[in-house]
Each structure stands twice: as structure tokens, then as C-alpha cells.
């Protein structure tokens, strides 16, 4: 049996790796602390679990319409207005089995073989494989720690290309935590205001998990919003990851399209996750607000940590929860039979040495730095902490 060529376009991600290494590791006894993945350690709010059993037994178990129920539509509807002052109509949004899906479900019918996509780095892993996997050709910005990992408008002028269809970003960031004021994003709008061939993902999944005051959308920029795709979810903001349930908001035209690509693929979203997505996003905020409150404080420990740890370098986050350290001073350092050639080599001494599970910066498309997710208890921060400042002294 021969595979199809087009798995080779793309790779595992490296944030699944590392939480499989590290589970590796556990199951032979070794205590772990999982730094990898980018998952919210609280449970999902009660509220929203007994509008799941209410659903159940209200008999909500049947198939779903491929683009989301009627009353959930128009509940993303009201937040969007509510919360970022976007108007979006229900025909205007489509729900998906997760933001994942909501993404490759736009870049799958946006991107033919060719075309030119623009993504900033850092980045999160899955853009780039979804744009190889529509046969896309990538272009990276490269964005650094100077500027807050933060693309410069002069930047995007000098990348964009008559052959440029697609531009990818998120705020805030995954994985740098870097969020984009309106003043910033209104630089980057003056720029696409001269491309009238580029359309804009906005990657918004990280809205409410902001340390720093409001949300801003790119959606809010009228001049471009007819070319804006904007993807969000329920996984982040209100720790509903395994719930699988994300939404796209866009113009209704990429809307349908989208309609038609996903009714082949997985049809519509779990029934139960709809019902309880509706009352999630109605419903008083107070246990998202309460779970960013402590983001916040952890947060502020680890990047503490960190930049108190000789050699480390390291942005303050203003939204999300991952820490993403500089850390290429340490690069061509040992340590016993370990020596740091790259950040690869980096995450895996402080696997093997510091039995802290990380994700090398090049997954992300900087390697000089590694990601740390403080989505973990301040127990395991506090931890994890001494022990990656611990490996990082060992190595000279």
C-alpha cells in the first residue's frame, strides 16, 4: 500500500510530539512536568456542562445543518456585536468540529497550487501545514523579540507579491502572546488597503485570554472587512478543548464555500457541543474572566522566572498563556554526554535533564526560542521553574 505524496508536505506537529515523549517518560516513572501543550488545566465551567445534559436529555442527539444550528449562529452573531462591535450576520458565520477545521475549511477554499501565503513568525504550528496541504507556497515574515515578535507594516509592503491571495496571523498571539493594539493593526490595514488581492485570516481564539484591556479585531477596519476571515472557538476562553467546536465569521460568499467543503468532510458539529456553546456565549463571563485573572498571575511568575534566569531572554506576554524565551545564548553549551546545538536540543535536555517538557522555537518558525504553556497549576510553574533554571546552570 502506497501512501499519497501529499503526506509528505507536511509533519507532525512538534507540540504533539513533545506530549508524547513526555508521556513516554511518565509511563516509565518519571515525574513530568508537561509544559508542551496548549491546553487550559480548569474544567469547563458547570453551567456549561448542564446545558450539555439538558441538551441530551431535551433529545438534541440528531444530526446537526453542516454550517451550525439556527440558534447558536445567532449567538455567535451577538457576541460578535457584543463583544468586538463586528456585524456578522448568521449566513455570514459557519460552525466547525474546532478552529482547526474552521481554518483549513478557509485556507482549503481560498488557496490553489501557487499562490502566495504570508504568514509572520513565530506562528502557530498548524497554519503552515494546512497552506502546504492546499499545495500553497509560503511566505515568512520574520518577526523577533525586539519588536515583541510583532509584524512592521513596512515589513508587509516589502512582502507582498502580485501572486500574494492570503495573509495569516493571530492576536493574540500563539505562540508569543504578542496582542496587536488598533493602532498597530490600523498600520497593517493601511498596507492591505493598497492589496485589494490579499485576503486576511485573523486567528482570534485567544480573545478573551488578554492581559492588557480589550480585544481588538482586524474585522473592525471597514476599509478591508469584506476581505476578512475571522476564527475563534470555544476551546480557549472557556476550556472547552475536548468539546471540539470552532466558528468562522466572513463574507457569506467563503461562507457557502466553506458550507460545501465541510458537508463533505464532516457534515455538521456535535449537537450536544452546539446546545452548550449557546449558553456559554450568553451567558455571564464571570468563570472566563476568573480563569484569565489567574493566566494573569501566572503569567506574571513565569515570565519573572525566567528573566531572572542568566542567559534567558523573554517577551511579557500581553495575552494567551505560553512563555516563548530567547534562549540561543546557550547554544553550543554542554552538559555531561548533552550539547546544545539548537533549540531542538534544548527542549529535549530539558526533557531528559530537567524532566520539563517544552516545545523548540523552530516548530514555530523561530529557533532561537523555545514555548512554555503556563496553562498548568502555579504548583507546576513553581516547579517546573527550578528545574529548567537548575538544567540551564548545569550547562557551561
Given at each position: 500500500?502506497?501512501?499519497?505524496?501529499?503526506?509528505?508536505?507536511f509533519?507532525?506537529?512538534?507540540?504533539?510530539?513533545?506530549?508524547?515523549?513526555?508521556?513516554?517518560?511518565?509511563?516509565?516513572?518519571?515525574?513530568?512536568?508537561?509544559?508542551?501543550?496548549?491546553?487550559?488545566?480548569?474544567?469547563?465551567?458547570?453551567?456549561?456542562?448542564?446545558?450539555?445534559?439538558?441538551?441530551?436529555?431535551?433529545?438534541?442527539?440528531?444530526?446537526?445543518?453542516?454550517?451550525?444550528?439556527?440558534?447558536?449562529?445567532?449567538?455567535?452573531?451577538?457576541?460578535?456585536?457584543?463583544?468586538?462591535?463586528?456585524?456578522?450576520?448568521?449566513?455570514?458565520?459557519?460552525?466547525?468540529?474546532?478552529?482547526?477545521?474552521?481554518?483549513?475549511?478557509?485556507?482549503?477554499?481560498?488557496v490553489?497550487?501557487?499562490?502566495?501565503?504570508?504568514?509572520?513568525?513565530?506562528?502557530?504550528?498548524?497554519?503552515?501545514?494546512?497552506?502546504?496541504?492546499?499545495?500553497?507556497?509560503?511566505?515568512?515574515?520574520?518577526?523577533?523579540?525586539?519588536?515583541?515578535?510583532?509584524?512592521?507594516?513596512?515589513?508587509?509592503?516589502?512582502?507582498?507579491?502580485p501572486?500574494?491571495?492570503?495573509?495569516?496571523?493571530?492576536?493574540?498571539?500563539?505562540?508569543?502572546?504578542?496582542?496587536?493594539?488598533?493602532?498597530?493593526?490600523?498600520?497593517?490595514?493601511?498596507?492591505?488597503?493598497?492589496?485589494p488581492?490579499?485576503?486576511?485570516?485573523?486567528?482570534?481564539?485567544?480573545?478573551?485570554?488578554?492581559?492588557?484591556g480589550?480585544?481588538?479585531?482586524?474585522?473592525?477596519?471597514?476599509?478591508i472587512?469584506?476581505?476578512?476571515?475571522?476564527?475563534?472557538?470555544?476551546?480557549?476562553?472557556?476550556?472547552?478543548?475536548?468539546?471540539?467546536?470552532?466558528?468562522?465569521?466572513?463574507?457569506?460568499?467563503?461562507?457557502?464555500?466553506?458550507?460545501?467543503?465541510?458537508?463533505?468532510?464532516?457534515s455538521?458539529?456535535?449537537?450536544?457541543?452546539?446546545?452548550?456553546?449557546?449558553?456559554?456565549l450568553?451567558?455571564?463571563?464571570?468563570?472566563?474572566?476568573?480563569?484569565?485573572?489567574?493566566?494573569?498571575?501566572?503569567?506574571?511568575?513565569?515570565?519573572?522566572?525566567?528573566?531572572?534566569m542568566?542567559?534567558?531572554?523573554?517577551?511579557?506576554?500581553?495575552?494567551?498563556?505560553?512563555?516563548?524565551?530567547?534562549?540561543?545564548?546557550?547554544?553550543?553549551?554542554?552538559?555531561?554526554?548533552?550539547?546544545?546545538?539548537?533549540?531542538?536540543?534544548?527542549?529535549?535536555?530539558?526533557?531528559?535533564?530537567?524532566?520539563?517538557?517544552?516545545?523548540?522555537?523552530?516548530?514555530?518558525?523561530?529557533?532561537?526560542?523555545?514555548?512554555?504553556?503556563?496553562?498548568?497549576?502555579?504548583?507546576?510553574?513553581?516547579?517546573?521553574?527550578?528545574?529548567?533554571?537548575?538544567?540551564?546552570?548545569?550547562?557551561?
Open positions: 500500500m502506497q501512501l499519497a505524496n501529499r503526506l509528505q508536505s509533519s507532525e506537529p512538534q507540540t504533539i510530539k513533545m506530549a508524547k515523549l513526555g508521556r513516554e517518560l511518565k509511563a516509565k516513572g518519571v515525574n513530568i512536568i508537561d509544559l508542551s501543550l496548549g491546553e487550559p488545566d480548569f474544567k469547563t465551567p458547570e453551567h456549561i456542562c448542564n446545558a450539555a445534559i439538558a441538551a441530551m436529555n431535551e433529545g438534541y442527539t440528531k444530526y446537526t445543518p453542516v454550517a451550525g444550528m439556527p440558534d447558536l449562529l445567532e449567538a455567535i452573531s451577538i457576541k460578535l456585536k457584543r463583544d468586538n462591535n463586528l456585524d456578522y450576520s448568521p449566513s455570514e458565520i459557519i460552525v466547525s468540529s474546532g478552529a482547526k477545521q474552521s481554518l483549513v475549511n478557509a485556507i482549503l477554499c481560498l490553489d497550487p501557487g499562490d502566495e501565503v504570508l504568514i509572520p513568525t513565530p506562528f502557530w504550528v498548524t497554519y503552515a501545514a494546512q497552506v502546504q496541504l492546499a499545495g500553497g507556497n509560503i511566505k515568512y515574515l520574520n518577526c523577533f523579540i525586539d519588536t515583541d515578535f510583532k509584524l512592521r507594516p513596512e515589513q508587509l509592503e516589502e512582502a507582498i507579491s501572486n500574494t491571495k492570503l495573509f495569516i496571523f493571530s492576536s493574540p498571539c500563539n505562540p508569543t502572546g504578542s496582542v496587536y493594539t488598533r493602532e498597530e493593526l490600523a498600520a497593517l490595514v493601511e498596507v492591505f488597503k493598497r492589496h488581492q490579499v485576503t486576511i485570516i485573523s486567528d482570534e481564539i485567544y480573545e478573551y485570554i488578554n492581559f492588557i480589550g480585544h481588538e479585531s482586524i474585522g473592525q477596519f471597514e476599509e472587512k469584506d476581505r476578512v476571515v475571522i476564527i475563534n472557538g470555544m476551546s480557549k476562553g472557556f476550556a472547552m478543548t475536548g468539546w471540539r467546536l470552532g466558528y468562522m465569521a466572513g463574507p457569506k460568499h467563503l461562507v457557502q464555500a466553506c458550507d460545501k467543503l465541510q458537508a463533505q468532510f464532516t455538521g458539529a456535535n449537537s450536544i457541543t452546539q446546545r452548550a456553546s449557546i449558553v456559554a450568553l451567558s455571564d463571563l464571570k468563570p472566563t474572566h476568573d480563569m484569565v485573572a489567574a493566566y494573569k498571575e501566572r503569567r506574571d511568575f513565569v515570565i519573572d522566572a525566567l528573566q531572572n542568566p542567559g534567558v531572554k523573554s517577551n511579557s506576554p500581553g495575552g494567551a498563556f505560553y512563555a516563548f524565551p530567547h534562549i540561543k545564548p546557550f547554544f553550543g553549551k554542554s552538559y555531561e554526554e548533552y550539547t546544545i546545538n539548537n533549540d531542538v536540543d534544548m527542549s529535549m535536555y530539558l526533557l531528559n535533564e530537567g524532566h520539563v517538557s517544552t516545545v523548540a522555537g523552530s516548530a514555530f518558525g523561530n529557533p532561537n526560542c523555545i514555548r512554555l504553556s503556563f496553562a498548568t497549576s502555579m504548583e507546576n510553574l513553581k516547579e517546573a521553574m527550578t528545574r529548567i533554571a537548575a538544567a540551564l546552570a548545569k550547562l557551561s
